[in-house]
């Protein structure tokens, strides 16, 4: 049995449709994934052992201008891509994770069935508090729509089921922290601070955490694991060459980073966030100000309101407030009060509950 995985253009949209998959593949099923020829997807899909097929496909705007045209001309060749493709994969079901890839492949998906070639389930997962717009355009055509609150957007109401943010299998049973430090580099007898900027790295947060390393800020007892984006690392490995910080461009697994983190600054993604959730990880959140309807920022809000993180802005970072946020974090009864209330989120295993919905929508569309 074939399923089909569409997502892409960051590790958010990448990373859950892969633990998707790997908990399907030990059920015996095949996935396939489709994304787009020169985003992320052309690495992190193969690295994780599935294929990758690439079609067309651009951002949705909103105004009609040249870059109008070309988004539509560009989604419709996609879309008659995604319906060779589906034909030829004959998938039983279609999931989309997110990014602008998964609007030719579920158009494709609800074409193919209206015509009566294709039968099984379409679901969408949408772990933001705020979905962006491609989401909310393709809520219509799916059968159900699955995410990490309590309350979903109204236009998924009848569709929406709380399901969590799968995390991959490498995250769910971390290695022995003093295994996991020595083997990064850092020293056992010290906290560290674990900095990330999602998989496109972030130059606010590096640029931030650079000038407070450089002004003597981190506090006594802490040490810092710097992970900057590939694009960051040449500039902010300069800037810390005589700190006694270790920096990594990018981690594909970030197992030994988690294991050794008594404290995560990050931005606001919500594979992030249910990655923070699933081990329980206490945060201080800088929502990416530029991310589709402020997504970030309801997730990064939502996480505050649990008591298990502190929310810092752009322009919090940019006018010096790290050093005090993080000096008053590090202290030992708000941090012990934010790692107890985040370990409070776990909840139920997103991974049971999304296979059991699967199985659920296909036992409905298989039906007389």
């Given amino acids: 049995m074939t399923v089909v995985f569409a997502g892409g253009g960051t590790g958010g949209h990448l990373y859950p449709a892969i633990a998707i998959a790997d908990a399907l593949r030990s059920r015996g099923v095949t996935p396939e994934f489709v994304g787009s020829a020169d985003r992320l997807e052309t690495t992190i899909v193969p690295n994780a052992g599935y294929p990758l097929h690439a079609i067309a496909s651009r951002p949705l705007v909103r105004r009609v201008s040249p870059e109008f045209v070309r988004t539509i001309v560009a989604n419709a060749a996609g879309m008659l891509q995604s319906v060779r493709l589906l034909r030829r994969l004959a998938p039983r079901a279609v999931i989309a994770t997110g990014g602008y890839v998964c609007f030719p492949v579920v158009a494709a998906a609800r074409t193919l069935r209206w015509l009566r070639l294709y039968r099984g389930p379409i679901a969408l997962f949408e772990p933001n508090a705020q979905p962006g717009l491609t989401n909310r355009l393709l809520a219509p055509l799916v059968d159900e729509v699955w995410g ?3 309350e979903g957007d109204a236009r998924f109401t009848g569709k929406y089921v709380v399901t969590g943010v799968p995390v991959r299998s490498s995250l769910r049973v971390l290695p022995e922290r003093d295994e996991a430090v020595r083997r990064i580099g850092l020293l056992p007898e010290r906290k560290t601070l674990l900095v990330m900027g999602g998989s496109q790295g ?3 947060i590096n640029d931030a955490v650079t000038a ?4 003597g800020g981190i506090p006594d007892g802490w040490q810092v694991l710097h992970v900057t984006g590939e694009r960051e690392y ?3 490995r300069e800037r810390l060459a005589k700190a006694d910080t270790v920096v990594r461009p990018y981690l594909h697994d970030l197992s030994d980073a ?5 404290l995560v600054l990050a ?9 923070l959730a699933a081990l329980g990880k206490a945060a201080i959140l800088v929502p990416y ?3 589709a309807e402020d997504h970030q920022a309801a997730n990064a809000a939502r996480f505050a309101a649990a008591g298990a993180a ?6 919090q970072l940019a006018a010096g407030q790290l050093r005090e946020t993080l000096a008053q974090t590090v202290d030992r009864a708000h941090l012990a009060a934010l790692q107890a209330a985040a370990a409070q989120l776990r909840g139920n295993d997103p991974i049971a509950t999304i296979v059991a919905r699967v199985e659920a929508l296909l036992s409905r569309m298989s039906g007389p």
């Fill in 310 to 315: 502190v929310v810092l802005t752009d322009r």
């Fill in 148 to 150: 990490a609150f309590a």
């Fill in 202 to 204: 972030a130059r606010a």
């Fill in 289 to 291: 100000p530029h991310a």
């Fill in 267 to 275: 931005r606001a993604g919500a594979s992030t966030l249910g990655e």
């Fill in 234 to 236: 040449d500039r902010v």
């Fill in 258 to 262: 988690y294991a050794a983190a008594d």
């Fill in 212 to 215: 407070l390393i450089a002004s």
